[in-house]
């Protein structure tokens, strides 16, 4: 049953929609204005020096500039990017998938403890310099595998994962074992194909984090050669900054160097589409793990 | 031992699956705890593993420096405002925009606002702080610019202590609002519409049902993210700060995070940095525990 809206209803609704679209507007302005800024050629710039909604001719000097010369930094930064988000997720499934697994198991003796054994460091951490020294004493330091190895278990994403697969009827796995099947068969051929929806949600948590993640990268790595997208676009953001020790004259070629805005907010879309481009199907995988997540905190 | 046999003959190949997880665990996540002990010794960057395990306890010293130092206060301060103005802002925001978007029937308009809203929460936090460098840029910047426009002079806002915090504030209502409403939609979809038809017909307006009806029906959520948030009041934001911070906003900007990250990792003080990191773990663990019980007390399920 549907009650007619009353006038000060409809006024409600109205403001509603309004409210809404400028709060959407809030979301999109900073991004188009990027967007904009990253087209404005060196002269346009010189000549008009403030903000340009609608640049006069537009131009791709700076993502020329990004892209041209024969350092290639930016195709390098993209090949670390995807190289530590296609090894870092399979690696993050299989130790965390593995790990879930087991804890899943109602009737393992020591099931308790390993379970805590994931919980505590959800609460409590050594601490950066603590894990640096670890890392650094590893020789995991300047080399790809530091923005990998350390990382290879979520806690929280783990036991999502296991409250998952407790879900899975345990007869399954025992009507296999009557026929004969092993564990191991029991695992690839009852569980894997089961789980694949909780495993597409926390491998693309895994593959967002990857993508974006930038501090050990940057921080626990000195080779640039081994620079992800985002550090590239850190060292950018600092661009005209005196503090700030530059490299870029190391990773560019810096003759005919475009305006500092318009070089940061190319790179800022250089970064963004790849992630622009995929959400539109991933994110519906998100808001499920969220929400299963949510279940319990 | 025949149990242990037993055990290990029905189980083992469980055990084996755990292995590269526990191996992992311990080497990156226990061995860092024991490592912890380096707050309580003189540690310095070219000892080897062998060296640092064996070179001696020297007590609370470094603990005691912190204490002491002029810096002491303006860290905590630092932290716990920040902090505290971020959940002012960003706590009730997501609950606010979850309500107005429960409103909104048409569905078309409903999803796509509510896609657009959480787009910025699969943005890293260089894009984020990419966005602000651009957007509140002194030449070019969009803010400078509706500045100059309204009659205004062009600033550096982020290298401003009046503003920075404030620009901190804002980021992160805009990255996190959208996503945080979520959960609360969700809560707000399994509310029985014939409640609402209830109060309709008995004339309630639609302030009185969100509060009657509406919000009672969320508060569980709304108690247990307070909670958590409580629960992690220490961190302050620690990659959005260093990203968009700068020695002239220090006095304001400054957290213990960044600050470890500065003695520690630039300045080479792995002992004091320590020291400091461990101080601020303990208090974090003891403000987690003190809210889950405190959940618990309200009839929640904490996190354990």
Known sequence: MRIKATPMERLFYLGNYVFLIVVSLLFLIPFISVLSTSFISTAEWARRGNFVLIPEAPTLEAYQFLFGGSKGTVFNAYKITFFRTIVGTILCLTFTGLGAYVLARRNLPGRTFMTLLVFIPMVFSGGLIPFYLVVDRLRLTNTVWIMITPFLVNPWWLLIMRNFLMTIPVELEEAALMDGANPLTVLIRVYLPLSMPALTTIGLFYAVWHWNGWFYAAVFNSNRDLYPIQVILRSILYLGDASYRGDLGIMFEPEMMPPAQTLKAAMIIVTTVPILLVYPFIQRYFVKGMLIGGVKG | ?304
Do not use: C
């Not at chain 2, 220490?234 to 213990?256: C, K, N």
């Open chain 2, 1 to 304: 031992m025949t149990e242990v046999l037993r055990i290990l003959r029905k189980h083992g190949f469980y055990y084996l699956l755990f292995l590269p997880v526990a191996g992992y665990l311990i080497i990156f996540k226990y061995v860092p705890m024991i490592g912890i002990m380096i707050a309580f010794k003189d540690v310095t960057p070219f000892m080897s593993m062998g060296e640092i395990v064996t070179s001696s306890f020297i007590g609370f010293k470094h603990f005691v420096n912190f204490f002491n130092s002029f810096f002491f206060w303006d860290l905590m301060e630092n932290t716990l405002m920040i902090s505290i103005y971020k959940t002012l802002w960003s706590f009730p925001a997501p609950i606010l925009l979850a309500l107005l978007i429960n409103e909104v029937h048409n569905t078309y308009f409903k999803r796509i606002s509510q896609t657009i809203s959480y787009l910025p929460h699969f943005f890293s936090m260089v894009i984020v702080a990419g966005l602000v460098y651009v957007v509140f840029g002194v030449q070019g910047g969009l803010v400078n610019h509706l500045v100059v426009l309204t009659g205004g002079e062009p600033q550096h806002y982020l290298g401003d202590p009046r503003w920075f915090r404030t620009i901190l504030v804002g980021t992160t209502v805009w990255q996190t609002v959208g996503w945080g409403s979520i959960l609360y939609l969700a809560a707000m979809a399994g509310l029985n519409p014939e409640t609402y038809e209830a109060a309709n017909i008995d004339g309630a307006s639609k302030i009185q049902q969100v509060r009657h009806i509406t919000l009672p029906g969320i508060s569980h959520v709304i108690v247990i993210l307070f909670i958590f948030r409580i629960g992690d009041l220490l961190d302050a934001g620690f990659e959005q700060i260093l990203l968009l911070y700068s020695p002239s906003v220090y006095e304001v900007a400054d957290i213990i995070d960044t600050y470890v990250y500065r003695a520690g990792l630039l300045n080479l003080k792995y002992s004091f940095a320590s020291a400091v990191g461990l101080y601020k773990s303990i208090l974090a663990l003891l403000l987690l525990l003190a809210a889950n019980k405190f959940a618990n007390f309200l009839g929640h399920q904490g996190i354990w």
